[in-house]
């Protein structure tokens, strides 16, 4: 378990604090909504969706949250403006806790930050990502609305080593700090396996080390393209979620302050097994502050002995 130097810093996003030592709060989880290919999305362009199903998923990670004392972010992701509105607005209403919104479409990430500006939701809502790839329009809705909190994308192409990756992690900080946005989680972002899976635990270490700014993953992309769970035998919803709870472990040891683990279908198996390695953690991390003689407050899991 790791005990840093540098000073940790913690954010409160949207009534969720994030950051820190580790063990200090709990490991915070984001679940995936509204992606495609999950199994509630009717019409991905016009954002229909089957909602009684999407409910019971929030519901269910609520309980969870209840359970493990690890809190809950959700994220909503839209391909179309007229999408990420319609499932915002849902989300809205039927969800009180922060929420990630995201798009790989960037006519869409203009409008979720124009509709969350507008409907009084910015306290709430976390940017999902500024990169160095934000085109101008982008940039100045951002720095125009009142959202002050943001996952910072410390990736490029050419970032392949530690030093490329911390590099270009520095400057997109500075992008994100003059657009006036004060609380960030860093993001180095999970390549594939076989292209750089790995690198990105080791860039977290380096960040809480470096920066001592809270830390943020989304490791459940290494499963979800890895070649091997596409293979006959493999193929099963059980071998996923085993490697995605493995990657979402993996993470959370390496010091990540927030996991997305992707779709809230996998809630449950999800929540678990962090709770699980959150008591381990727990115990560690207590005896690792006692023989360095260090007097900070810990999270103390539920342990249900």
Known sequence: MFVFKKEQRVFDFGGVTIGGQPGENPAVLVGGLFFKGQSIVKNTREGTFDKTTAKQWIDSGLHMVEKTGHPLVIEAYGRTPTAIENHLSWLADNYEGP????????????????????????SRAIYNSVNLSMKDDEKEALQQSSIDMAVVLGWTPRATTLVDRMETIKEVLSLTESMGIGKVLVDPATMPVGAGYGLEYRTTIAIKSELGLPTCLGPH???????????????DDSTMTAALVASTVTAQLFATDSIMYGSMAHTKEVFTAVALTGNAMATAIAEANSALD??????DPPSYE
Do not use: H
């Not at 260090?294 to 999270?299: C, M, N, Q």
């Open 99 to 122: 929420f990630m919104f995201e798009s790989i479409n960037a006519d869409a990430r203009v409008r979720a930050i124009e509709y969350c500006q507008d409907s009084g939701l910015t």
């Open 221 to 235: 992309n290494a499963p979800s393209a890895w070649r091997f769970l596409k293979q006959p035998g493999f193929d």
């Open 294 to 299: 260090i007097d900070r407050p810990l999270f």
